[in-house]
C-alpha cells in the first residue's frame, strides 16, 4: 500500500529542461528584441535555451523583487540569466559562459551568483563591460572576484542554489545586492567573472538619476528600506526552540556569554515574569 503512494525522492528523474532561462522585465519592445537577436546570435539558441520576460510596457506589472522572483520560481532552466533588456552580446557568447561555468565549478563548487560587475569590498570594484559610462572593453579587477554585491545587468544564478529576493524591500534597485546576501546566507557565494558585454545603458541612467529621489521606486528610497530590512534580520535575538533556547548575535563574545545555560536560564525566567498577569 505505501509504495503505491508514497515515492522515494531519490528515484525521481527531473523533466528535461533547458540549459540556460534568460529572463528580462521589458518596457521597450524594440530594444527587447535587439537583445534577443544579440543572444541568438551569440549561441543562446532555443534547443539549449528559453527567453522568458514580464511584459512592463505599459505599466509596472511587476517591480524588480517581485518579477525576477517570478522567474526564478517558473524558470526550467539549470541556469537562470536575469538581465537587462539594453543589453547586446558580441565579443563573448554561450561557449565562453560554459567554460566560465566549468571554471568555476572546479573553483567553489558552492558558487551561486555571477556577474560581468560587482563590489568586493569598500573601494575595490569587479568591471568587465562595455557602456557609457566605462568605456569600450573595460576591465577592472582580475577575475574571476568573490564579490559582496553584483551589478543587476547581469546576473546568472544556478538553479539548484534556490534563491529568491526579499519581499520586504521592492522597487528596481539593489536587488543583485539583495540576491548576493541571500545566497551568503544561505551558504553559497557570488563572483565577478570575464563575460564582456555591451550595456547600452544610457537613457536608463538618466531615469534613474531623474527618479533618484522618487518615494517608492527611486534609487534613495529603495537604499532606506534594504538597509533598514537588513537591520532587522541581522539583529542580535533569543530564540526558544521546542528543546533548546539559542541566542545569536554578531558578536562573538555576547553569543559565547548569552549560550552559557546559567545565563538561557535567567533569561527564561526574566520572560515568565514579564508574561506573568499578576
Known amino acids: 500500500m505505501l509504495k503505491d503512494i508514497a515515492v522515494d525522492v531519490a528515484t525521481i528523474t527531473p523533466p528535461d529542461s533547458p540549459e540556460f532561462s534568460i529572463c528580462t522585465l521589458v518596457t521597450e519592445h524594440q530594444q527587447y528584441a535587439d537583445m534577443v537577436n544579440s543572444y541568438l546570435d ?7 535555451c528559453e527567453f ?27 541556469y537562470v540569466i536575469l538581465c537587462h533588456q539594453d543589453l547586446l552580446l558580441h565579443d563573448d557568447g554561450i561557449s565562453r559562459l560554459r567554460e566560465i561555468i566549468e571554471e568555476m565549478n572546479d573553483l567553489d563548487e558552492h558558487w551561486a551568483v555571477l556577474g560581468n560587475a560587482g563590489g568586493a569590498e569598500p573601494g575595490k570594484l569587479a568591471i568587465r563591460i562595455t557602456d557609457p559610462f566605462h568605456g569600450e572593453n573595460a576591465r577592472v579587477g582580475r577575475f574571476p572576484v568573490r564579490t559582496r554585491s553584483l551589478d543587476e545587468n ?3 544564478v544556478k538553479a539548484s542554489s534556490n534563491l529568491s ?25 557570488s563572483y565577478a567573472v570575464d563575460f564582456h558585454l555591451r550595456h547600452i545603458g544610457g537613457e536608463a541612467m538618466k531615469d534613474l538619476k531623474k527618479n533618484a529621489s522618487s518615494a517608492v521606486t527611486g534609487f534613495d ?11 532587522r534580520a541581522f539583529r542580535s535575538r533569543w530564540i526558544q526552540t521546542t528543546c533548546a533556547t539559542l541566542y545569536i ?7 559565547s556569554i548569552g549560550n552559557r545555560r546559567f545565563v538561557g536560564s535567567i533569561v527564561k525566567r526574566l520572560y515568565r515574569l514579564l508574561d506573568d498577569p499578576r
Request: positive net charge; contains cysteine.
Open 249 to 255: 548575535s554578531c558578536s562573538r563574545i555576547r553569543t
Open 221 to 231: 528610497a529603495t537604499k532606506r528600506r534594504f538597509i533598514n530590512k537588513y537591520r
Open 52 to 78: 522568458l520576460y514580464q511584459d512592463n510596457t505599459k505599466s509596472n506589472q511587476l517591480d524588480a523583487y517581485e518579477g525576477l522572483n517570478l522567474f526564478l520560481r517558473t524558470a526550467r532552466g539549470r
Open 165 to 189: 529576493l526579499s519581499r520586504d524591500i521592492g522597487g528596481f534597485h539593489l536587488y543583485g545586492t539583495d540576491l548576493c546576501l541571500i545566497a551568503d546566507i544561505l551558504g553559497y557565494r
Open 154 to 156: 547581469f546576473l546568472l
Open 42 to 48: 551569440a549561441g543562446f539558441v532555443t534547443e539549449h
